[in-house]
């Protein structure tokens, strides 16, 4: 059950300068940094990223929000690392995050969460492979 999963610190957080601070959490619990870069999502990469939602009604605001400013893209290994770090991050609607996690500590909108973790470890592989290659 060691595994990675992919982790994007979305445009609030790094606008917000509080990615050290989620960044030290996730180390804290254990989870190993693997590979991490600051980079801006292209609007290919976005799509790729978001398939599934593709059609939806926050689509489109999904992809200018997510390409609107640099995220922190990193891979983070270690047992169950998938479920934990969604566990850390606690509901997609911060709304809806208990207190201690990520999104409950730092988010206030759907929209505009605070961070992002792949929901399966096929979708990990998947969103790991738009971020990084091999190397
Ligand atoms: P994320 O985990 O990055 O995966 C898809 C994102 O879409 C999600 O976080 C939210 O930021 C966003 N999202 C999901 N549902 C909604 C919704 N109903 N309205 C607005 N944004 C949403």
């Known amino acids: 059950n060691y595994e990675s999963t992919l982790v994007l610190l979305k445009p609030d957080a790094v606008r917000r300068k509080v990615c050290g601070e989620i ?3 996730f180390e ?3 989870l190993t940094i693997s590979a991490m870069k600051l980079l801006t999502l292209t609007p290919e990469m976005a799509a790729e990223h978001y398939a599934e ?3 939806k009604p926050f689509y489109l ?3 200018e929000f997510i390409t609107s400013g640099p995220v922190v893209a990193l891979v983070l290994t ?3 690392a998938v479920k934990m770090v969604r566990n ?6 911060p709304a809806n995050a208990a207190p201690g996690t990520i999104r409950g500590d730092y988010a206030a909108i759907m929209s505009k969460n605070i961070v992002h973790g792949s929901d399966s470890i ?3 592989e998947k969103e790991i492979a738009i971020y990084f290659t091999e190397q």
């Open 78 to 80: 270690g047992p169950n």
């Open 23 to 25: 960044i030290a959490r």
């Open 122 to 124: 096929a979708s990990a």
């Open 28 to 30: 804290r619990k254990g």
């Open 88 to 93: 850390m991050m606690g509901a997609t609607d």
């Open 61 to 63: 605001g999904l992809i």
């Open 53 to 55: 939602h593709k059609g």
